[in-house]
C-alpha cells in the first residue's frame, strides 16, 4: 500500500502551495480519494474528497481557496492550496474516502507564518 504526500513546506500567509500524493494503482482506481490534515493538539479532518468520476466536495474553512484534483492515469492526488492562512497549519495527509481502514501513509507538513 502506498499513500505518500510531498510538496509541503513553509509559506507565508496569503501564499501558495501544492500537495501532491503517490498512491496504489489498485487503491486509487477503486476509490474516491481525500486530504486530510491534523493540526497539533486538534483531530485529523478532513479538508477536501474527489469520486472516481472527479465530483468534489471541500470543508467550509478551504472553500474557494483550495482545489483538489486526480489524475487517474498517474495515480496521483494533488491539492493546490491558495490564500493560505496561519489556521492552515498542520500535516496533511493523503487517503481513500471515507476511510474504513486504520492505515496511514507519510503525511507531508505545511506550516503558514510570517
Known amino acids: 500500500v502506498q499513500l505518500q504526500a510531498s510538496g509541503g513546506g513553509l509559506v507565508q500567509p496569503g501564499g501558495s502551495l501544492r500537495l501532491s500524493c503517490a498512491a496504489s494503482?489498485?487503491?486509487?482506481?477503486?476509490?474516491?480519494m481525500g486530504w486530510y490534515r491534523q493540526a497539533p493538539g486538534k483531530q485529523r479532518e478532513l479538508v477536501a474528497s474527489i469520486t472516481k468520476d472527479r465530483s468534489t466536495n471541500y470543508a467550509d474553512s478551504v472553500k474557494g481557496r483550495f482545489t483538489i484534483s486526480r489524475d487517474n492515469a498517474k495515480n496521483t492526488l494533488s491539492l493546490q492550496m491558495n490564500s493560505l492562512k496561519a489556521e492552515d497549519t498542520a500535516v496533511y495527509y493523503c487517503n481513500v474516502y471515507p476511510v474504513a481502514w486504520a492505515y496511514w501513509g507519510q503525511g507531508t507538513q505545511v506550516t503558514v507564518s510570517s
Open positions: 494503482g489498485s487503491i486509487f482506481r477503486l476509490n474516491a
